[in-house]
């Protein structure tokens, strides 16, 4: 009688022992999804960044040469070698006035089944904040 005991309080333990270690599983795999839930995100942020700096880069030297094209229309810029998967930008530019130009910049990038779409409107000065002196040594 004594065997049988002892069996059965044994296969009670490897039982439990299966479930604890089941549900810490479970936890750990909970959070592995939440880290890469964030990382993702925190990769679409930085991607979403450098295409709002290159798009304001790339509006702030068309609008100080003036260049017509670029002015009161949407223009989709290639961003192929920023290696940037599934993502793209366009800009509209109009001029505000004389010495302000708008931008208006729509960014949209995706990894896995994440995707952040972004619009910002910003304003540009046309002339150079930067003055030229000549100092007398």
Known sequence: MKKTRQ????LILVI???VVIGIQMAVLADIANTLQFQSQHAYLKACER???ASGLVWAK???????????????QLDVSKLNIRDS??????????DEEAEVQIY?????????L???GK???ELHDQQETTLRAR
Do not use: H, M, P, W
């Open 7 to 10: 069996n059965g309080f044994v």
């Open 16 to 18: 439990v022992a299966i």
């Open 50 to 52: 450098n295409l709002l």
């Open 61 to 75: 030297e068309n609008a100080r040469k003036k260049s017509s094209e670029i002015f009161d229309r949407t223009l």
């Open 88 to 97: 793209a930008l366009a800009v509209t530019a109009n001029i505000a006035s």
């Open 107 to 115: 960014t949209s990038c995706s990894r896995s089944r994440q995707t």
């Open 117 to 119: 779409r972004e619009t």
């Open 122 to 124: 910003y304003r540009i």
